[in-house]
């Protein structure tokens, strides 16, 4: 076996899709809850994380809040299309995925209930930038009205309630999918969190493309990183300084917090792949959930537990636990 994952086959492995979630567990934090010791495995609930870590330990969510991003708009011929807006850019434009793609022509306006959306240059990879006219309301009240969850494609259907595809924490509108892990989370759980001993801190990461995107190369080194905006506030900072341990909640927060530790910016864009050995400078736990085959965050937790996470899914499945986005979570300790 190579010292870290380097093709696809690396960082595969079988999942049945009567083990996909497809709506959220309630109550949030019933989800169940698998915790890796290392030589053994324990069955929990998130409901007894605050149990879990300890006193000095510093909890580092992603509160960025999910945008309604999901446009079903119609062509000037009447046709269907849908546009998924991922990110806002400096100029007042927005970079999105669209589709059909190519039917849609720089120029083209398309519309949904009082939305006109035009579009621009076009990025390759169904990726354009386009621009918004809300129609002289608020940009933001205009997507709440018209826009949809921006549910993974191996979610099957809308759910009923639209903030289940959001943290309890969430605050700016920034992210074109949930910085899922969180969604586990409930006041409850972080009142016990605070009653323990264990602070909580926030970083942002605008969660983007590759949230949608598969590893579409065979060798993991001709991947490309699409790049997403990320903040490490100077109280956070200040905070991991403190810290017994930092306990990441979720692959955004690991993100924000490896890129500021690696270019020393707390504010900036990050390309960061993170796999096998890759040198862990802040976080010492994680929080997540189970992961997509083939996807560069399972390469994330293999540089977080190594090997191990075969065992570890492995286990989950036989256990029938839930994945993906409204699934289950596991808790992992960084190997040393």
């Known amino acids: 076996m190579p010292d870290r994952p380097e093709t696809l086959a690396d960082i595969d492995y079988d999942l049945p899709a009567q083990r996909i979630a497809q709506e959220p567990i309630e109550p949030r934090d019933a989800a169940r809850l698998l915790v890796d010791r290392g030589d053994s495995i324990e069955h929990r609930r998130v409901t007894d994380l605050p149990s879990l870590l300890q006193p000095g330990d510093l909890v580092i969510v992603n509160d960025t809040k999910v945008l309604p991003a999901r446009l079903a708009v119609r062509r000037s011929t009447g046709g269907a299309a849908e546009i998924l807006l991922l990110e806002a850019r400096d100029d007042g434009s927005w970079e999105a995925l669209a589709r059909?793609?190519?039917?849609?022509?720089?120029?083209?306006?398309?519309?949904?209930?009082?939305?006109?959306?035009?579009?621009?240059?076009?990025?390759?990879?169904?990726?354009?930038?386009?621009?918004?006219?809300?129609?002289?309301?608020?940009?933001?009240?205009?997507?709440?009205?018209?826009?949809?969850?921006?549910?993974?494609?191996?979610?099957?259907?809308?759910?009923?309630?639209?903030s289940r595809y959001q943290t309890v924490y969430a605050d700016r509108p920034?992210?074109?999918?949930?910085?899922?892990?969180?969604?586990?989370?409930?006041?409850?759980?972080?009142?016990?969190?605070?009653?323990?001993?264990?602070?909580?801190?926030?970083?942002?990461?605008?969660?983007?493309?590759?949230?949608?995107?598969?590893?579409?190369?065979?060798?993991?080194?001709?991947?490309?990183?699409?790049?997403?905006?990320?903040?490490?506030?100077?109280?956070?900072?200040?905070?991991?300084?403190?810290?017994?341990?930092?306990?990441?909640?979720?692959?955004?927060?690991?993100?924000?917090?490896e890129s500021w530790k690696a270019t020393g910016q707390q504010l900036g864009r990050s390309d960061l792949f993170i796999r096998r050995s890759f040198d862990w400078r802040v976080v010492d736990v994680l929080l997540t959930n189970f992961h997509l085959p083939q996807s560069t965050l399972l390469c994330l937790v293999d540089a977080f537990v190594g090997p191990r996470w075969r065992e570890i899914y492995e286990t989950a499945i036989a256990e029938e636990y839930r994945f993906l986005s409204f699934g289950d979570a596991m808790l992992l300790r960084r190997r040393s």
């Open 174 to 257: 920034l992210s074109a999918a949930a910085p899922t892990a969180g969604l586990h989370f409930t006041p409850a759980v972080m009142d016990g969190l605070a009653a323990n001993g264990i602070g909580m801190a926030t970083v942002e990461l605008a969660v983007g493309l590759d949230t949608f995107r598969p590893v579409m190369v065979e060798r993991l080194d001709d991947h490309v990183m699409h790049t997403e905006w990320y903040r490490v506030p100077d109280e956070t900072v200040a905070a991991i300084g403190q810290a017994e341990r930092v306990v990441a909640i979720g692959t955004t927060a690991v993100r924000a917090l």
């Open 100 to 162: 059909p793609s190519k039917k849609l022509m720089p120029g083209d306006v398309v519309s949904v209930k009082g939305l006109d959306i035009e579009m621009g240059e076009d990025l390759g990879e169904g990726r354009r930038i386009i621009r918004l006219d809300p129609g002289g309301a608020d940009l933001y009240t205009r997507l709440a009205e018209v826009g949809l969850p921006p549910l993974p494609p191996y979610i099957e259907n809308q759910i009923a309630d639209p």
